[in-house]
């Protein structure tokens, strides 16, 4: 069941519509051929009811689709609404019950048209990712969504407390999963308890069994990943804050567990180069951290292959307000450089929640399902642009904590039978297919402060340039001179087409909260638009 919704006409609540689809994740190509089942039941004691069921855009548009019924009392019906749509985007099953001309109640259901992005083959390159928590959905269906939208990388643990002494023989069958849906796995390794560490005679902290497991686990696995991330937040997780607090409570902070656990990191590196030097190990990369964890312990950098960051946006809502928008990166690799780490830096967690506020303070803002796909694709081209490596939006699947909780309202999918697809999914799915082979050369010269943009060279397509440009908050025209562009197309985030028209030498863009992407510009007329981007 997709969508079950409590309603009434005057009545104790009861489910009265259902909608369905007939594909998991409610995904479909353009003109892919597909339906949706709509149950609609007795709702209250009125003899006879009208039933409308239509296809809606985001807008509410009617996308094509409208039928009426007049329902008879008792009554339990099903209707099939047909889903070949020619248009890419994000749509609704829309079933509304009326008493006369009123809708007493309108229920929605939505589903995705995306662009033949599905994963083919391992595309290691690709910097577009996500986490996920596979074993705790334990719904092994996940991993087919997310090779149709084609998200490359998964971020997930890997559990290798379950599989030492227990299936030593042959590697994680979760990475054979993977494998068949040709998805790239960055496992997190499993928690070293801070409870198991012991102290020896030269006053260095030891985890000699803890270690010497993960050993194992990487060598079962050896051939088949070369990546691991280890000890994600060590602060929040493993008792680490528990049992070396910080002085002053500020359990983020690591003057009181950094010492030990620069320990681990020195440890863990050591005995996982002695499996193979090719792979590497990524550690938690907070500007703080790594200058403790230097500072504290001799050696400490030339252990630390390369470093992860969580730039979740807190109270700043948009990602153009935060401070990973420019000078962030700038400053977090100069320092890398100066302590002889690695300046490649990864994303692992990033993303805005919808779920539904209450009376308890947050500290995420909540974002509306439309934001959340704006945002994501915002995020993603800003973050690429100033430095990230690869990003890992977080998460894939909502959690069942409750509409309430935060952690519900980060993923892409629904938690739902069918595990449908919210908008920023098929915004996700379009980013890839618009964004996947295009390198950035240069950020745009807005005309006005809250536009922002960059510009791209297509490798795909002798360079051709390609602009992405978009409004902090509101909406706008932007006009662009040409001289020697005669045309444009444009797209949004869900794979629309937009209008761009170019009338005597101006080309006029109309601008949203959502990346605009436009193609078709002449090289000349963009190169004294946009200043070029900085080399490290």
């Keep these: 069941m997709c969508a079950s919704v409590a309603v009434a006409w005057g009545q104790p609540q009861s ?24 149950r609609v039941m007795k709702a209250g004691d009125r003899d ?3 039933v409308a069921v239509e296809l809606v855009d985001m807008e509410g548009k009617p996308a094509g689709y409208r039928e009426t019924y007049e329902l008879a009392s008792p009554f339990e019906r099903y209707y099939y609404v047909p889903l070949k749509l020619s248009e890419w985007g994000y749509y609704y099953v829309q079933v509304s019950l009326m008493q006369a001309d009123s809708v007493v109640f309108s229920q929605r259901a939505g589903f995705g ?30 991993a087919d969504i997310q090779q149709r939208l ?16 227990k299936w030593s023989d042959k590697p994680d069958p979760f990475v054979d999963y993977l494998d068949r849906h040709h998805i790239c796995w960055l496992p997190i390794l499993d928690y070293v308890d801070a409870r198991h560490g012991w102290q020896d005679q030269k006053g260095v902290w030891r985890w000699d069994e803890d270690v010497s497991n993960i050993k194992k686990y990487i060598e079962m696995n050896r051939g088949h ?31 009181g567990w950094g010492i030990p656990f620069t320990d681990l990191v020195k440890q863990m590196h050591d005995s996982v180069k002695s499996v193979s030097p090719d792979i590497k190990l990524i550690w938690p990369g907070e500007e703080e951290w790594i200058e403790y964890f230097d500072d504290n312990r001799d050696h400490v950098a030339d252990h630390i292959d390369f470093t992860a960051i969580h730039p979740y946006i807190l109270w700043r809502k948009t990602p153009e307000t935060s401070p990973f928008y420019d000078s962030f990166y700038r400053t977090q ?24 506020p209450d009376s308890i303070r947050r500290h995420f803002p909540p974002v509306t399902e439309l934001q959340q796909a704006q945002y994501l694709v915002r995020n993603y081209l800003v973050q690429f642009y100033f430095g990230a ?24 999918l629904r938690y739902n039978a069918q595990l449908t697809v919210k908008p920023a999914a098929v915004a996700f799915a379009n980013m890839v297919y618009n964004y996947r082979y295009l390198k950035p050369i240069g950020r745009y010269r807005a005309q006005e402060r809250k536009t922002y943009g960059f510009v791209y060279e297509d490798t795909r397509a002798d360079n051709a340039p390609v602009l992405s440009i978009w409004r902090q908050s509101d909406e706008r025209v932007e006009s662009i001179p040409v001289k020697y562009t005669r045309s444009l197309t444009g797209v949004d985030i869900f794979g629309r087409r937009v209008e761009i028209p170019v009338i ?33």
């Design 150 to 165: 084609g998200i490359a990388w998964v971020r997930d643990v890997a559990r290798w407390k379950d599989f030492i002494g």
């Design 504 to 536: 005597d030498g101006v080309a006029r863009l109309p601008l949203s909260m959502s990346v605009l992407t436009v193609r078709g510009f002449d090289p000349r007329d963009l190169k004294n638009l946009y200043e070029p981007q900085e080399q490290d």
């Design 48 to 50: 006879t009811c009208r």
């Design 225 to 255: 990943i070369d990546i691991y991330e280890s000890q994600n937040e060590p602060s929040n997780f493993a008792g680490w804050n528990q049992r070396w607090p910080h002085p002053q409570g500020q359990k983020w902070r690591p003057q």
């Design 333 to 356: 690799k100069q320092m890398l450089k100066s302590r002889h780490i690695s300046t490649e830096i990864w994303v692992t967690e990033t993303g805005w929640t919808t779920y539904l």
């Design 15 to 38: 489910d009265v519509v259902d909608i369905t689809f007939d594909k998991l994740g409610a995904l479909y190509h353009k003109n892919e051929s597909g339906n949706a089942i709509c």
């Design 389 to 412: 490596g690869k990003m890992f939006w977080y998460e894939l699947v909502e959690e069942p904590f409750g509409v309430h909780h935060p952690e519900s309202g980060f993923g892409l």
């Design 113 to 142: 048209v995306i662009p033949d992005v599905t994963l083919t083959q391992k595309d290691y390159e690709s910097p577009f990712g996500v986490g996920a928590h596979y074993a705790r959905y334990g719904d092994w269906r996940v």
